[in-house]
């Protein structure tokens, strides 16, 4: 079956290779796009970091050097250091205007130019508060005057002791701003020391939150993702809650599935979190004391990627199981074609000698049971034919025998030409069924008129499995020339 079908079987192994090839090489590409699509997306959300990392630096750098440069001022430190005590009869104007209308005669403590100095501040830079809070009185004196005296008991001045005791030259950070009705700011609030270092007081700048909003806002329609910011070593305070993309430790854990360690371990350095769908990329902004995290869902992007993948897939598995198909075809076609020519005999379209031999192997040697007989089958004088009437004739009535011989043992036996005039046929029945069935068609063939009278000489003989085909066929071509010599025409058996 191989043998016969060797073309076919070639091209479907070539085809399943070809398929395995293209299934490998489809698997390599889906990896390595689906790892290309994930450095995009850990880039996208990194970059996005970056980029929000800058702008808070940006939008907050300005206000940073203002508060610095305030808190550097000698003017400052020399108004603080001959501030009057609070233990003496003293009266603290609490407004500008106050300020202007107060006596004071000591130059080095006049509320007006303290208050217009902070006022100054305030409009240059478009602020919305610039504030001084002194350590030796706790007044916290702002653009418009004196807003109160800080007090420990006091759940809104707790940024102030928790900022003094964070031991730091300056923090940044979001608070509720109590002399614009408790409007979220962005605050950044300065130590002033003296030349020895000893605490003075703490200088600061407020600002709404609505451009780093702004910022954010773009930024997480431009990337499809989600921006949060939370405080990491920045002074507490009274604002105490998440708001917007500013969330507190502790729901931004919640937020994220992560725990205490796992967030720590992100405001570390900057880095990628790979989380189920989710990228997590985390961006700490050290001069602000913040950390910025960019979240990104992968879901409807891999599975518009797998989407894509799988019908690059589809197509291009179509078009080869269709060339496939069409390559098996042809070659069935052409392996139909090499199989005739090689083994069926052109003339009489009956199987060759090579063929035959296949036939007798298989039928014969795998079925030792049943009884079959072998006849070898010569045209009477057909030299004549060829002689007298030329080989075209010849031919015709060597088919005219093929068509009723294969005819005769259609489902009872395998007829095949052997070489010139001779016929060989293997046979379903015993010999003496054969021989019946083969002087039938003889007499048939003599009877005809539109040829000339065909005879044929046979000889038939039993076949026995444990011998050789050679074996069997000199039984046979004996019985053969048995029925010549009976003078022809006739069948004999061996």
């Known amino acids: 079956m191989f043998k016969k079908n060797y073309l076919i079987w070639m091209n479907a192994i070539i085809v399943f290779l070809f ?41 907050t750098s300005q206000q940073r050097i203002v508060a610095e440069t305030m ?20 009266r ?22 303290l208050y217009s100095y902070l006022k100054n501040y305030q409009q240059n830079y478009g602020y919305t508060n610039v504030f001084l809070v002194s350590t030796k009185t706790g007044c916290y004196y702002y653009n418009d005057g004196l807003n109160k005296v800080v007090n420990k008991k006091s759940h809104f001045d707790s940024w102030y002791y928790n900022f003094l ?26 130590r002033i020391t003296d ?59 919640e937020l994220l599935g992560l725990s205490e360690s796992e967030l720590d371990g992100l405001e570390d350095k900057a880095q990628v979190l790979t989380d189920g769908n989710y990228m997590i990329s985390s961006s700490p902004v050290k001069s ?18 797998l989407i894509r993948s799988r019908n690059g897939f589809i197509y ?27 083994n069926v005999d052109e003339t009489t379209r009956l199987p060759n000698r090579k063929s035959f031999r296949y036939i007798y192997e298989k039928k014969v040697k795998r079925r030792k049971r049943r009884v079959y007989s072998l006849a070898m089958i010569d045209v009477d004088n057909f030299k004549v034919y060829n002689d007298t ?66 005879s044929l000489s046979v000889g038939v003989t039993v076949i026995d499995p444990k011998h050789p085909l050679e074996d069997i066929m000199e039984n046979a071509d004996k019985a053969l020339y048995a029925a010549k010599e009976a003078g022809k025409g006739c069948s004999r058996i061996y």
């Open 92 to 113: 603290v104007p609490k407004t500008l205007r106050q300020a202007l209308l107060a006596d004071d005669s000591d130059w080095a403590y006049n509320y007006h130019d």
């Open 389 to 454: 009437q030329g080989h075209l004739y010849g031919n015709a009535i060597l088919h005219y025998v093929a068509v009723h011989l294969k005819e005769m043992f259609q489902d009872i036996g395998v007829v095949a030409r052997w070489g010139g005039d001779e016929f060989i046929l293997l046979s379903y029945q015993s010999p003496a069924r054969t021989k019946d069935l083969v002087d039938r068609l003889n007499t048939y063939l003599k009877e005809q008129t539109e040829i000339a009278s065909i």
């Open 288 to 305: 602000l004391n913040w950390c910025i995290f960019t979240v990104k869902d992968t879901e409807e992007m891999m599975h518009t990627f």
């Open 316 to 342: 291009v598995f179509i078009t080869v199981l269709i060339s496939g198909i069409l390559s098996f075809l042809m070659m069935g076609w052409i392996n139909h074609t090499l199989f005739f020519s090689a």
């Open 195 to 253: 030349e020895h270092g000893k605490l003075l007081g703490v200088v600061g700048t407020a600002q709404k939150v609505s451009e780093i909003d702004d910022n954010v806002k773009i930024l997480e329609q431009q990337g499809k993702l989600k921006v949060y910011i939370t405080n990491m070593g920045n002074a507490h305070n009274s604002f105490d809650e998440s708001r917007g993309y500013y969330k507190k430790k502790e729901d931004l854990m």
């Open 71 to 90: 808190s550097n001022d000698l003017y400052l430190r020399n108004w603080l250091l001959h501030e009057p005590d609070r233990s003496y009869n003293h």
């Open 165 to 190: 005791d964070l031991k730091k030259s300056y923090d940044i950070q979001f608070d509720r701003d109590e002399t614009k009705d408790y409007q979220l700011s962005v605050f950044v609030n300065y």
């Open 19 to 59: 398929l395995c090839s293209f299934v490998l090489i489809q698997y390599n590409d889906t990896r390595y796009y689906n790892e290309l699509a994930s450095a995009q997306v850990k880039n996208d959300v990194k970059l996005a970091a970056d980029n929000i990392r800058v702008g808070l630096e940006s939008v």
